[in-house]
């Protein structure tokens, strides 16, 4: 029987959670909600769901997990309260804005015997999937060095309502870095330390976005927003993280592994497929594809796909394992780590000192394509 999903937040994001729910055996959505009336209106009458207020949803019989799909800051109160209401939750990244929050979250559900999850699912599709079976399997060699980036010039030239990127939770460590952190731990396994560096390269933004409704607006920055940091792995694996929303344009790959035996590039982890590239030693790159795999499948944007975005698919296996009585993927654990490695940047490119990341986790189970396909609806 499929758990069914009380969504709050009625955001950008939740149009996909809301259509790619009927993918999935294991959910089904019972009602929306939001703190604007109009938002929560807007996406239950175009889904055809119930609205309901958001303390109406908590306290809703027919709502086993809560989807957290608020704003950055609210991600921990919300999470709490669904906690106090009884309910599993599952949410956007980060878990919440400070290392403090996430702990007590993380310990809220485990009081209560109760699940929480969190995106980025991404590490459950078909590219970051294939790529940890080619390390496993030896295709590399043991992991050495590598390098991860993400670079762009920021949010205020595509976002309705950036101003939230600019402040604290915010910036490019927190908002994208739980994609590439998270493909890292489900490849390398956890990070023991950290050091960093990090700027603010412009002051103030300007909103261009042609929709927005505060376009020409000014953002005063108060995050970093440019962080180069060293990741030493428990593995012994060190990887320099690139993030900034200060660049023009790049070459730079996504991510790139380099091992004993050989080289590896690594899909953009902010999506669910693309090809995993294999150098063994000296010779040239070969590609494994992953368009043959149930969740490396091209399918956004619908009418003409050329992308893998499943976003729903680790809400939907956080639902199977609660049925299953087994440990879900997308984590707490995991979840608070990640949180940690970014407070930890954040933390070591102001103190200019190291910081040890004392928040660990289990390396996730892989997810083989016969349970992939089992999470299906049809």
């Known amino acids: ?8 937040g009625c955001g950008n994001i939740s149009d996909i959670y809301l259509t790619n729910a009927r993918l999935f055996r294991d959910i089904e959505f ?13 996406q239950g009458a175009k889904y055809g769901l119930p609205v309901r207020t ?7 019989r027919d709502v086993d997990i809560v989807l957290n799909l608020t704003v950055p800051d609210a991600h921990a109160p919300v999470y709490r309260a669904a906690i106090e209401a009884g309910k599993h939750v599952y949410g956007e990244k980060p878990l919440a804005t400070t290392l403090e929050d996430g702990r007590r979250v993380v310990e809220a559900a485990r009081a209560k015997g109760l699940r929480i999850g969190s995106a980025p699912d991404t590490v459950l599709g078909g590219g970051i999937q294939t790529a940890r079976a080619l390390v496993d399997g030896g295709a590399i060699g043991k992991p050495l060095l590598g390098l991860m980036a993400v670079l762009s010039h920021g949010m205020e030239n595509w976002h309705p309502n950036p101003a939230f990127f600019f402040k604290p939770g915010g910036g490019p460590v927190f908002d994208l870095g739980p994609y590439y952190i998270s493909a890292l731990v489900t490849l390398l396994g956890p990070v023991a330390s950290v050091v960093a560096v990090g700027q603010i390269g412009f002051a103030e933004r300007t909103v261009t976005t042609e929709t927005s409704p505060v376009r020409g607006s000014k953002i005063k920055v108060e995050v970093l927003t440019t962080a180069q940091a060293l990741l030493t792995f428990a593995s012994g694996a060190q990887i320099t993280f690139l993030a900034s929303w200060d660049v023009w344009r790049h070459g730079v790959p996504p991510i790139e592994i380099h091992g004993t035996e050989g080289s590896m590039r690594v899909p953009d982890p902010n999506f669910f497929g693309g090809p995993v590239d294999v150098a063994r030693e000296r010779a ?3 590609a494994t594809q992953t368009t043959d795999k149930t969740f490396g499948v091209p399918n956004w944007p619908a009418q003409t796909p050329t992308v893998a975005n499943y976003r729903g698919l680790g809400l939907a296996e956080m639902a199977r394992a609660i049925g299953e009585g087994r440990p879900h993927r997308a984590n707490g654990d995991l979840a608070l780590h990640v949180l940690a490695v970014m407070a930890g940047i954040l933390d070591s490119a102001v103190s200019g000192k190291p910081v040890a990341i004392t928040d660990g986790c289990e ?4 997810l ?5 396909r089992g999470l299906l609806a049809g």
Not at 30 to 42: G, L, M, T, Y
Not at 54 to 60: G, R
Not at 363 to 366: D, F, K, L, M, Q
Request: proline letters at 8%; zero cysteines.
């Open 30 to 42: 019972a009602a929306v909600s939001d703190i604007n009336p109009e938002a929560a209106a807007r």
């Open 54 to 60: 958001v303390d109406a949803l908590l306290a809703s």
């Open 1 to 8: 029987m499929a758990l069914k999903i009380g969504l709050v």
């Open 368 to 372: 083989g394509e016969d349970e992939a």
């Open 363 to 366: 390396r996730p189970a892989p």
């Open 284 to 286: 040239d790159w070969a």
